[in-house]
């Protein structure tokens, strides 16, 4: 049946100038018909540059919204538009402009994982591969806010010594790892390369040979001369890291490190997508300009 719809979907996306984009932390099933896999970011500067009419994101709202941002002249379509981050929604641009005017001194950096909304009211936007550097690059700013990820924002701390004002946000999936997982795998494994995602809580943070994002870590991974990984991030990554280095071994921390938002697209929703070539993300133009600038700021730095 996979086969038989594959088909389709490839058909269906040539007659429609369309591509699919797929996060690495998609199914399977979804990261066989994309045309490209990636990151957040990575997959917004493709949307960007593609000459494609039709961008098929799959992953969550605010990612489509990024590409949407960078590339207003596209149709971008998410496949299910009810995949959120939970993450992006602790955060209104409410609430940001409330804190914004109790530290109006402030230079305000906000990871990517937030909503249009609230990259309107960021001086620099940031990604977890970029934010250590984005942070640095600040050095003749007094004062730094750093939101939504209080784990993103610990790392950044401790990693350029500098003292950030967050918000309580966090990624109800990275937290599921615990300490404990590692240390059990690395007993099961005592020669495995120990890779952890910044959202994860700092315990877990403390006990890893390698702290990155997702593309940093298929980079790691390809690149270490180790054949074996203990993986602390969201378990659909394994595929990816797997496919790519058929010769290595990759072993999730922990079974419960999974985001239900990023499994919700499936091929037969890709297929339906590019038929009705819904639902649409676009973001209203006041907001967009807004939001491009941080984006754009955070380009110019790394
Ligand atoms: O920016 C992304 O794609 C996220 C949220 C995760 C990562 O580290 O790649
Ligand atoms: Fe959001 Fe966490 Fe899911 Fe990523 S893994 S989309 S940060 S809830």
């Known amino acids: 049946m996979f086969k038989d719809l594959r088909e389709k979907i490839k058909q269906l996306k040539k007659r429609r100038k369309a591509i699919i984009l797929a996060h690495n932390y998609q199914l399977p099933e979804v990261q066989d018909v994309a045309d490209y896999r990636g990151d957040s970011l990575e997959l917004s500067r493709i949307a960007a540059n593609t000459d494609a009419k039709v961008i098929v994101f799959c992953g969550v709202h605010f990612m489509a919204e990024t590409a949407s941002i960078l590339c207003p002249d596209k149709l971008v379509i998410m496949p299910d538009i009810h995949s959120g981050c939970p993450m992006a929604n602790m955060l209104t641009a409410e609430d940001l402009r409330k804190l914004k005017q109790r530290y109006p001194q402030a230079i305000v950096v906000g990871y990517v994982n937030t909503s249009a909304e609230v990259k309107a009211e960021l001086d620099i936007c940031c990604t977890s591969t970029n934010a250590v550097a984005v942070v640095n690059a600040l050095k003749d700013k007094k004062e730094i806010i750093f939101v939504p990820d209080k784990y993103l924002a610990d790392y950044v701390s401790k990693k350029t010594q500098r003292k950030l004002i967050c918000w309580n946000g966090f990624c109800p999936t990275h937290v599921k790892i615990l300490p404990e997982d590692i240390k059990r795998e ?18 877990v943070v403390a006990l890893a040979d390698n702290v990155s994002s997702t593309s940093q870590m298929c980079k790691f991974a390809g690149e270490s001369e180790a054949k074996e990984f203990i993986v602390g991030t969201e378990i659909g990554l394994i595929y990816r890291l797997k496919k790519d280095n058929p010769k290595k071994e990759f072993y999730p921390a922990s079974e419960a490190a999974v985001c239900p938002n990023m499994k919700r697209i499936t091929q037969e929703k890709i297929l339906f997508a590019l038929e009705e070539l819904k639902e649409e993300v676009r973001v209203p133009d006041n907001i967009r300009r807004r939001a491009k600038k941080a984006i754009e700021r955070m380009f110019k730095i790394i």
Not at 186 to 203: D, G, I, Q
């Open 186 to 203: 690395k007993k099961f494994h005592p020669f495995a390369k120990v890779m952890v995602h910044p959202e994860c809580l700092p315990s």
